[in-house]
T-cell receptor
Framework: QKEVEQNSGPLSVPEGAIASLNCTYS??????FFWYRQYSGKSPELIMS????GDKEDGRFTAQLNKASQYVSLLIRDSQPSDSATYLC?????????????FGTGTRLQVTL | DAGITQSPRYKITETGRQVTLMCHQT?????MFWYRQDLGHGLRLIYY???????DKGEVPDGYVVSRSKTENFPLTLESATRSQTSVYFC???????????FGSGTRLTVV
């Protein structure tokens, strides 16, 4: 089982719709969870972080965390063509100086006109 | 320039040569990381550092060497490059281990 799993996609949604991206992780002691956006040929950019169960909203983005189910999701409301990118889920494993992010392989999102 | 910078942006080298990829950050972040990104594998951690003179192996350290004599610099050396090390390499940093990382622009390395 991979440590962080994502559906590779592509996930295709029409402009204005809600895009739902999902991620599961294997290590129950993980404490911090992140979503990165990566445009083709560019570096990953942090867009959301979530540390406790429930929802966290930031503009059009909502991150959802369920530690019991080991599940993290990202909702993008009113999807725009500029949201077309690969979205990487990252989970912080370890503690203190041994803490490091493990990434999923990413889900490619296509927002169609 | 403020931020995290990597050099070179592109590099072509021959099998067996030594190559050093540079990473410099201006925030005085304690933590720095090297990842490689390959199709089908995503981002994989090569080495990381919690502070100057403290480094540790990640998931795929074989064939790589790092050093961190100054907080702001974290060079990655391929001692004897192999074709399997053809990849995009990203450096990242953070101030606190529980926070997200900020990535550099990446170095695209081709070993021929």
């Amino acid at each position: 089982q991979k440590e962080v799993e994502q559906n590779s996609g592509p996930l295709s949604v029409p402009e204005g719709a809600i895009a739902s991206l999902n991620c599961t992780y294997s290590d129950r002691v993980s404490q911090s969870f992140f979503w990165y956006r990566q445009y083709s040929g560019k570096s990953p950019e942090l867009i959301m972080s979530i540390y406790s169960n429930g929802d966290k909203e930031d503009g059009r983005f909502t991150a959802q965390l369920n530690k019991a189910s080991q599940y993290v999701s990202l909702l993008i409301r009113d999807s725009q063509p500029s949201d077309s990118a690969t979205y990487l889920c990252a989970v912080n494993r370890g503690t203190g100086t041994a803490s490091k992010l493990t990434f999923g392989t990413g889900t490619r999102l296509q927002v169609t006109l | 320039d403020a931020g995290i910078t990597q050099s070179p942006r592109y590099k072509i080298t021959e099998t067996g040569r030594q190559v050093t990829l540079m990473c410099h950050q201006t925030w005085s972040h304690s933590y720095m990381f090297w990842y490689r990104q390959d199709l089908g594998h995503g981002l994989r951690l090569i080495y990381y550092s919690a502070a100057a003179d403290i480094t540790d192996k990640g998931e795929v350290p074989d064939g790589y060497v790092v050093s961190r004599s100054k907080t702001e610099n974290f060079p990655l050396t391929l001692e004897s490059a192999t074709r399997s090390q053809t990849s995009v390499y990203f450096c990242a940093s953070t101030s606190t281990s529980s926070y997200g990382y900020t990535f550099g622009s990446g170095t695209r390395l081709t070993v021929v």
